[in-house]
């Protein structure tokens, strides 16, 4: 058996979509599809229900689902004692999370998790070890299923009910520690004014000439600028820099789109799966993006960049606009384990629910 069919099997059980995870292992669909069978022919039973759509599996599928994490996991614990990497182990912990909380929310968060280390007294009145940590930086999806394979200890991701986190609450324990804002966003038109100004891309509205964040909102054709975004135009067209179709962000600025009030004029010009690279492409002037405000803090401060539906802005004020979660994961069932590791890792989540609690209540 090929360690690979077991990594498989586990990304199918998170995604219940063959394509899905064919994409997400970097093979193609039928070679991902014979590796399953393989998986299969080699257990001498059938673990998916090829009857019904969308998948499923057996209940021999579902029985071998923990074991198949229990095994991955024991796997590479063998692999981390055999390199010499047991001691250190014991001090660090794995966090995998997306790219913009990893610049953004992350780094503070940590710090103030690692001062409570420090300053709280241990039950056993002996000292809390150090906090080391090594960050995977992945995308929504491939930072859970990490946590699901058991490639890390800690999850940190966003959540939001158009599209939630399928992870069983019976296996996996949640903790929300704060909220990430998201809107609409371009550079100004002329000098950057610190707090606000006139942006350089208005958001069109189609068939209207109408375009929302332009100066004087509400009254056709006025302050739009010279550009793509042009003004006075039924049928124009902003300039739109997007997120690539598997970045959750991505995600949510399709929501956002799907449920505006009135259809938007937009015109993608540029695509990636990173908030900083969106957000360099905007500060140039190049379109409008859908950005964390956690990303854009200081840029909004210096007026660099202006936020398009802002409070008072007009009809369309703070409607094109959503809320996410950041929710913090950690394996139960891994949890129960009584290494030192494990004990550091609940002393850690210990202290993230108390500082949750308390940022809640405020």
């Known amino acids: 058996m090929d360690l690979k069919w077991l990594e498989d099997f586990v990304s199918l059980a998170e ?9 997400l292992r970097h093979v193609t669909q039928p070679a991902f599809s014979r ?66 909380l990893s610049l953004t929310f992350f780094p503070r968060w940590l710090q103030r998790i690692a001062a409570r280390l420090e300053t709280a007294s241990a039950p056993d009145a002996l000292s809390v070890p150090a906090l080391n940590t ?21 999850v940190m991701g966003y959540h939001h009910p158009s599209h939630p986190v399928m992870l069983d609450p019976a296996r996996y324990d949640m903790a929300v520690l704060g909220r990430e804002t998201m809107s609409p966003f371009s550079a100004p038109l002329g000098e950057p004014v610190p707090g606000g100004g006139e942006p350089r891309h208005a958001l069109p509205i189609i068939g209207n000439s109408e375009k929302i964040g332009a100066a004087g909102q509400g009254a056709a054709g006025v302050g739009a600028t010279a550009t793509a975004s042009g003004s006075g135009n039924a049928n124009a067209r902003a300039p739109f820099l997007a997120y690539t179709l598997n970045a959750y962000l991505g995600r949510m600025t399709a929501y956002i789109i799907a449920n505006t009030p ?3 004029g937009l015109e993608k010009v540029y695509e990636t799966d990173m908030a900083e690279g969106l957000k360099a492409m905007t500060t ?29 802005s007009g009809p369309y004020a703070e409607k094109l606009t959503i809320s996410m979660e950041i929710r913090l994961y950690r394996d139960r069932l891994a949890a129960q384990n009584s290494d030192a590791h494990q004990a550091l890792i609940s002393r850690v989540w210990e202290v993230a629910l108390a500082e949750a609690a308390e940022v809640s209540a405020r």
Request: aromatic share 6%; with cysteine.
């Open 35 to 100: 590796r399953i069978q393989a998986l299969e022919a080699w257990l001498g039973t059938e673990l998916i229900d090829r009857s019904v759509y969308p998948t499923r599996f057996t209940q021999a599928g579902q029985v071998f689902h923990e074991q198949a994490l229990t095994l991955l996991s024991q796997m590479r614990e063998t692999r981390a004692l055999l390199r010499g990497q047991a001691g250190a182990a014991n001090t660090t912990i794995e966090f995998a999370l997306p790219h913009t």
């Open 262 to 264: 009135v259809p938007l």
């Open 284 to 312: 140039a002037g190049h379109g409008i993006a859908f950005l964390p405000h956690s990303a854009v803090a200081d840029e909004l401060l210096s007026g660099r960049l202006v936020r398009l539906d802002a409070p008072g």
């Open 134 to 154: 090594r960050l995977r930086a992945l995308n929504v999806h491939d930072a859970l299923l990490s946590l699901v394979e058991g490639g890390c200890d800690l």
């Open 15 to 23: 995604t219940r979509s063959f394509s899905r995870s064919a994409e």
